[in-house]
């Protein structure tokens, strides 16, 4: 996407064509600055520390985090020891999972001396199907809006509620959440998004925020407790979040606070849907809330906040009470009966067994 007139991706090779780009997201929104990644450990504390962050860029990030354990050896042991210690950075996302177990399958077929090659096309081959991925799940979810959007008053916006950064600095480009987002506004149809602050980490506040503001998406920040309260006096028309790791049935891992996202939308009998590309579907499980292994981060993501002072520092100050315990378990799952639908790029499908696996049948054959 475009920031002041340059067009990004999150992640990039550099001139040099080895070495590994991508823009930090733990100084955002106030410093916009790029790293370099020449290791393989460089990769894995990236996504250990969240300076990449969403579930497709971490699987994105961690592509190339094989290529580059792959241009300093080669071998089957460094492969399976990329892949294993990548595997370790974060637990919930399954793009993570998804990319290495592919990396690993494709790579292990090539020969040692044309493994370091092999690698970065898989990376590159994975960056450029997210990028087509995210600009079909925004072409379905485009629909959508329209729809709502035939049902309002000449130029009155459709009213969107997200929560988290399921944006472009998620993915490679476009994001899942809002690529019918930024669709829809480049299509002429009038959008307004509630962001989510989303505490304790602010991806909304930070992230979503930004990138809407550099696209010109007309936005307003929001506390996360405030969603409820505005869909009760009919001031969101549709809610669309991402997901990390989406089950077999339809249940939907995402960042903490979404659960009682979609009970308030069910509430308030408004449509509740997830964007999500493939990769993010994990067919081995059928049970999100039993089975999806959900991060716990440290207490001083809830214990304290960053931010701008008025003389310009960034500072980080305590907001909790001296002793108090802290608990911040990062996400949570929203159960199938409660989601509208789910947006992919093989179109809009209900959230159950049989709706995903006729869209995916070869996805099934693979995890059976
Ligand atoms: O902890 P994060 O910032 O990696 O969590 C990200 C989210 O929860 C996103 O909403 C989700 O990954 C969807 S990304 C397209």
Request: proline letters at 5%; one cysteine or more; a negative charge.
């Amino acid at each position: 996407m475009d920031v002041d007139g340059k067009k990004y991706r999150t992640i990039w090779l550099a001139d040099d064509g080895e070495t590994v780009e991508i823009i930090d997201q733990t100084k955002f929104p106030y410093v916009f600055e790029t790293v370099q990644m020449r290791t393989m450990a460089e990769a894995a504390h990236a996504i250990r520390v969240m300076q990449v962050r969403g579930a497709p860029l971490i699987g994105a990030t961690a592509a190339y985090g094989v290529a580059l354990a792959m241009r300093e050896d080669p071998s089957d042991i460094s492969l399976h020891a990329a892949c294993s210690s990548l595997l370790e950075t974060r637990p919930t996302a399954v793009n993570l999972r998804w990319a290495l177990d592919l990396a690993r399958k494709t790579l292990i077929q090539v020969a040692p001396e044309h493994r370091r090659d092999a690698a970065y096309k898989f990376a590159n081959d994975v960056c450029n199907e997210d990028i087509a991925i995210n600009m079909a799940i925004g072409m379905h979810g485009m629909e959508l809006i329209a729809a709502i959007s035939r049902t309002k008053r000449e130029g009155e916006p459709v009213n969107i509620l997200t929560h988290c950064n399921a944006g472009w600095l998620a993915t490679v480009d476009w994001g899942t959440a809002t690529a019918p987002i930024y669709m829809s506004h480049d299509g002429g149809i009038p959008v307004h998004v509630w962001v989510d602050e989303t505490r304790p980490r602010n991806q909304g506040a930070f992230l979503t925020a930004w990138e809407l503001g550099k696209h010109g998406v007309p936005h307003t920040v929001i506390v996360d407790n405030a969603g409820g309260h505005l869909m009760q006096h009919g001031e969101v028309d549709i809610v669309i979040t991402g997901t990390d790791r989406t089950t077999a049935t339809g249940d939907v891992c995402n960042k903490i606070g979404t659960y009682l996202k979609a009970l308030a939308a069910k509430d308030n009998n408004v449509p509740f849907y997830v964007a999500l590309p493939s990769p993010t579907i994990d067919f081995s499980l059928s049970d999100g809330v039993r089975e999806i292994p959900i991060e716990e981060r440290s207490g001083e993501e809830v214990s304290q906040m960053t931010g701008r002072t008025a003389a310009g520092a960034i500072e980080t100050v305590d907001i909790v009470a001296d002793g108090s315990e802290v608990g911040n378990p990062a996400f949570d799952v929203t159960p199938a009966r409660l989601v509208t639908g789910l947006i992919t790029e093989r179109g809009v499908l209900e959230p159950n067994r049989q709706a995903i696996a006729a869209a995916f049948p070869e996805r099934v054959k693979l995890s059976a």
